[in-house]
């Protein structure tokens, strides 16, 4: 994309919970459709469909073009190990054909300042260790390495923890 400044101010972000029906809907469909694409796949995991189910602190925002297409999103949840001031990063997805041209790096900052805004102190995610983009963008975003589970998500995958304290 030549010009992602032009592109991203015809984005609108919209901030996301569980008690709005429609958007949340739209955001767990822009979820479902990339299920395979996470290692292991999204809803192989019993305590990301339980936190989706039932997770009362889950939020999400949205990068939505023309008002109706989702370009990115990510969702997080609140009071993280009970600590209000922490929130956990669960899902953070840009559409395949916007890959690669800045819109995760813009996104990313976005959803940064709006929980800077809503007072959160820190901010904790987690990805595997041959999800390269996502390790690239959690390093250019400041993020710091906090841990890492060693073939966690099978043999040679480890699930590398990250954190950003503001």
């Not at 809907?25 to 469909?49: C, M, Q, W, Y």
């Not at 390495?145 to 990250?162: E, L, M, N, W």
Request: aromatic residues 14%; glycine residues 6%.
């Amino acid at each position: 994309m030549d010009n992602i400044s032009s592109f991203t101010k015809s984005l609108s972000i919209r901030s996301i919970s569980p008690t709005e029906k429609t958007e949340w809907g739209v955001l767990l469909g822009f979820i479902k459709e990339s299920d395979n694409e996470f290692t292991p796949p999204l809803f192989a995991r019993p305590e990301f469909v339980y936190q989706l189910k039932h997770g009362l602190n889950n939020r999400g925002l949205m990068a939505i073009e023309a008002d109706t297409k989702p370009v990115a999103a990510t969702l997080y949840e609140t009071d993280y190990c009970g600590d209000k001031e922490k929130v956990y990063l669960t899902f953070f997805r840009v559409i395949p054909e916007l890959r690669r041209s800045g819109i995760g790096f813009w996104f990313r900052q976005k959803l940064l300042d709006h929980l800077k805004t809503e007072g959160f102190k820190s901010v904790v995610t987690r990805t595997w260790s041959t999800n390269y983009p996502m390790m690239r963008l959690n390093e250019k975003t400041n993020f710091q390495r906090s841990k890492a589970i060693v073939d966690d998500r099978g043999p040679g995958i480890d699930t590398v923890y990250f954190q950003l304290d503001f």
